[in-house]
């Protein structure tokens, strides 16, 4: 089954400094039919303002990804972490037993990023943060592994049974990625896409269950993040 939740459809608030679009229910944009996706349980798809972002706040026993499409955040905690994550990379906060933080956009222009929230296999672990850079060079025309809960090489850690992967496409290249029928996928590419040959448009969600691969043809060229979760 592949749905595709038109970009259009997708909540929205703007507060001026953040420009944001829910893909699932979030905040005071309520959808009894999106409240998740498997384990997926938030995908926020955020433009925040120059010199503005998030102030400290709470959170605990979830696992928080974040994918910066243009720009660059700058994270920092009640761990006493802090670090700048720019275009293309990609930071994790498993929030455990509990965790303030701050997100601010300390650039001279507009940040794009996903938040990306994925329900924690792991309630009452240690908080953690980490960040790493992820050159788009080596995605190109296959899907990279960004983070998982496996203990793969070279990728950030999770607390969930969960896969966060990035790839690129030119137009008219195609990727086939294999996966358990039982799971939940959920695909947003950059520009206009065909998942197994249905199309998808430029920032529209893709809910993907019940298949055993998943074809991706790019009609432009296109930047792809894929989350594959039970």
Known sequence: MIDI???DSLGHADHGWLD????????????????????IRVWNDDKIAAKSGFPPHPHRDM???????TGAITHQDSMGNKGRTGAGDVQ????G????????????????????????DKPNAQPSWGA??????????????LASCNGDHDV???NSDARILGATLKAGETLEYSVDPSRHLYLVPSAKVEVNGTTAEKRDGVAITGEDKVTVTATEDAELVLVDAR
């Not at 944001?20 to 384990?39: C, K, T």
């Not at 037993?97 to 938040?115: K, S």
């Open 156 to 158: 950030l850690h999770i």
């Open 132 to 145: 790493k850079p992820f050159p788009k060079e080596t995605r190109e025309g296959q899907f990279q592994l």
């Open 97 to 120: 037993t509990g965790v303030t933080h701050a997100e601010y956009n300390l650039e001279d222009e507009d940040t794009t990023l996903f938040q990306i929230w994925i329900e924690t």
């Open 5 to 7: 939740r038109k970009f």
């Open 92 to 95: 994790v906060m498993s929030a």
């Open 63 to 69: 696992e928080i990804i974040t994918y910066v499409r």
């Open 20 to 39: 944001a679009r829910h893909h699932f229910s979030f905040a005071n944009y309520y959808d009894p039919n999106r409240m998740g996706w498997g384990r």
